[in-house]
């Protein structure tokens, strides 16, 4: 990892855990973004709780383009992955998400800045899973490695 990475990095998580704290800090939400991006789509209610969210998640997608635009192209997918994996495996982090009542941002980023013991046993059982599924795919199946 060279310096540049290592600043960019850097910057990031400090743009992520400043927005998250002023989130929390003006509106009183955690920045969850499974949780934001589902009442988005099924459960707000009332229209100043589906406009901030809709707001927050067009910032998200608003960043991630001025980061691209200041330092290059933008990620490429993993050719090697076939759609049908991509798919269920979009759809098992979606029933994990609501399983274990938050998701990595808010659980990771949020809980654990908060010191909540219910959010580290989350990220421990998200980083857990995530190791084992890993291994699984790569080494049992045989997916996701650059010849995969």
């Known amino acids: 990892m060279d310096s540049s990475s290592i600043i960019q990095?850097?910057?990031?998580?400090?743009?992520?855990g400043?927005?998250?704290?002023l989130l929390l800090w003006l509106t009183g939400h955690v920045a969850g973004i499974s949780g934001i991006i589902?009442?988005?789509?099924?459960?707000?209610?009332?229209?100043?709780?589906?406009?901030?969210?809709?707001?927050?998640?067009?910032?998200?997608?608003?960043g991630a383009k001025l980061y691209y635009l200041g330092y290059g192209a933008a990620p490429t997918g993993r050719e090697y992955f076939p759609a049908w994996l991509l798919i269920v495996s979009g759809l098992l982090v979606g029933f994990g998400s609501s399983l274990g009542k938050g998701c990595t941002s808010g659980h990771g980023v949020c809980g654990l800045g908060r010191l909540s013991l219910r959010s580290l046993v989350a990220t421990l059982v998200f980083l857990s899973v995530a190791i084992l599924t890993t291994t699984i795919v790569r080494h049992v199946f045989g997916l996701g490695g650059v010849n995969g």
Request: aromatic content about 10%.
């Open 38 to 62: 589902g009442r988005v789509l099924f459960a707000a209610k009332k229209p100043d709780e589906f406009v901030w969210r809709l707001l927050f998640l067009i910032g998200l997608v608003i």
């Open 18 to 21: 400043t927005a998250a704290a």
């Open 9 to 16: 990095a850097l910057i990031g998580g400090v743009l992520i």
